[in-house]
């Protein structure tokens, strides 16, 4: 398979062959970048006008797909072959309540009369072991949380019993306790149902769990296969081995703890609660509160971690003390100083200090702009001088994150997602901040760049200095990265302390459903 056209097509994909049982579980496993997601399109004809299936074929149930002409193949999507989206929140109409979508699905296969339709959403919705059920029919997507959407979206994927469902990435966008909740209703829709499902992941843990067979794709070549876990076959691959030594590796506890320094932030008593209100804003409904009366420091040079369930209040802290929300009640202090005085006086003197990474950093990057000049935009808004110093200061900053000087005239498209988290730190250094905050920012990478960002962000952090804060739901992540560690859960702080304490002495019973579900 291959992107673009001749004579600058990229061959993509090479010679891949595999097979997706009924009732089983396949797992399509690589790093960012070797084509799993090209072949999970290629199947579900979604490649686009340029791409192009070179050789070979794809059979579903015995017929040919690549050849299938448009409005034939429609008619099997749903009925034969279904997909589960990595991220709900985009695949799902956000003014259309959750049922009511599901409804749709059994409304055009005209098996079941209107009124029976609610009857068989919510029957389906207990059969994917949403909580409350009624609830969840009435509910609009963002009244739900994100690992209840994604059963909303298993639903509606089975509604119409396919044979074969496709997974790309279905887990990245929730937390370890959810992600655990999910695998097993992966494995029930297999087994109960007689489904094939194709699992495109870089968690080797969930291939692990999960997967009856995997594949290993590296540079568009399936490179190592086998039956079971991964972590326990013998590897040939000479790349198999190193994904194994790296997913290995992560599993470490950080021992080192950070000698006492000036204190950089301190939170006392902060609460941040959120009001709802009626659809047009008339009246205020529930109010509830995303953080409640936080308290601790963080010290210069520190490297915390946060870790939690989704819905925590990992993110809205995050926002806090990264100066993008403003309103709270308590005090929270950036260098002795009140953080929502600072950044109403003066917000630009306070983004210089403190820097906040997105979740996403291909949606934090401005799509039109070469990756030198956005680094040189940010240059200028903190610290301006001539033009020829700013390219040369951002050529620098690119080599201080590992990127050559090409990338300079690159665009955010032709990154990988790991580069594109390198050129995001990058700008974020261009500011000279004494903070970075990174809100679940390598959570999306697989773990052979995962360790190589955190490797990146170690020597960056002595080269410059820093304070990092790392956002996460992924407590191995947390565990292998950071000195201290502030467990979460409903807002409130379960547990504080070293990472090494934390992790192999749990007190929290949150901490321990935490351990228990990275495995």
Not at 23 to 30: D, F, P, R, V, W
Not at 44 to 65: C, F, N, S, W, Y
Not at 481 to 502: K, M
Request: charged fraction near 25%.
């Amino acid at each position: 398979m291959s992107y673009g056209r001749h004579p600058k097509a990229t061959t993509v994909v090479r010679d891949a062959s595999f097979l997706v049982e009924t009732g089983k579980i396949t797992a399509l496993m690589g790093e960012t970048g070797s084509g799993k997601s090209t072949i999970g399109k290629s199947i579900l004809q979604l490649l686009g006008t340029d791409g192009r299936i070179l050789a070979g074929e794809i059979l579903l149930q015995g017929e040919e797909v690549s050849k299938m002409p448009e409005k034939i193949f429609a008619s099997r999507r749903g009925r034969v072959i279904a997909t589960i989206p990595q991220n709900p929140y985009l695949a799902l109409d956000p003014v259309m309540r959750c049922g009511k979508q599901v409804e749709e699905i059994f409304l055009l296969e005209k098996k079941f009369r209107k009124s029976q339709v609610r009857e068989k959403v919510i029957s389906l919705f207990t059969d994917v072991k949403l909580d409350d059920p009624e609830r969840i029919y009435r509910s609009y997507p963002h009244m739900a949380s994100i690992g209840e959407l994604q059963r909303v979206c298993v639903a509606m994927a089975i509604a119409a019993s396919p044979k074969l469902l496709i997974a790309d990435e279905p887990f990245s966008s929730v937390d370890s306790i959810n992600r655990l909740l999910l695998a097993d209703l992966f494995w029930q829709v297999a087994s109960e149902r007689d489904i094939g499902i194709l699992l495109i992941t870089h968690k080797i843990e969930l291939v692990d769990k999960l997967a009856d067979r995997w594949y290993l794709l590296h540079h568009g070549k399936i490179v190592e296969s086998g039956v079971g876990g991964f972590s326990s076959a013998a590897l040939s691959n000479p790349y198999a081995q190193k994904v194994a030594a790296d997913h290995a590796a992560m599993k470490s506890v950080n021992k080192i703890s950070n000698p006492p320094d000036e204190t950089l932030f301190e939170l006392v008593d902060l609460s941040v609660t959120f009001s709802t209100k009626t659809f047009l804003g008339l009246r205020k409904q529930d109010s509830k509160a995303a953080i409640n009366r936080l308290s601790f420091k963080v010290n210069s040079r520190e490297t915390l971690g946060i870790v939690g369930r989704s819905g925590s209040g990992k993110s809205t802290l995050a926002k806090v003390m990264g100066g993008l929300l403003t309103t709270y009640d308590g005090n929270a202090f950036f260098r002795s100083n009140e953080i929502n005085r600072w950044v109403q006086s003066n917000r630009r003197s306070y983004y210089s200090q403190v820097q906040y990474l997105m979740q996403d950093a291909g949606a934090s990057l401005p799509p039109r702009r070469k990756t030198g000049n956005i680094i040189v935009d940010t240059l200028n808004a903190f610290h301006p001088s001539s033009g020829s110093q700013q390219h040369d200061k951002a050529l620098e900053l690119l080599a201080s994150v590992e990127l050559g000087q090409h990338f300079f005239g690159k665009r955010r498209d032709e990154l990988s997602g790991g580069e594109q988290q390198r050129v995001s730190i990058a700008r974020a250094l261009a500011a000279q901040p004494a903070a970075l905050i990174l809100d679940e920012s390598l959570n999306s990478l697989d773990k052979p760049v995962q360790r190589q960002i955190i490797d990146l962000l170690r020597s960056l952090q002595s080269q410059y200095e820093l304070t990092i804060i790392l956002i996460s739901h992924d407590l191995s992540l947390i565990s292998h990265f950071c000195n201290r560690t502030v467990v979460l859960n409903q807002g409130e702080i379960a547990e504080i302390g070293a990472t090494f304490d934390v992790v192999n002495s749990p007190l929290a019973s949150i901490t321990k459903d935490l351990i228990r579900a990275q495995g």
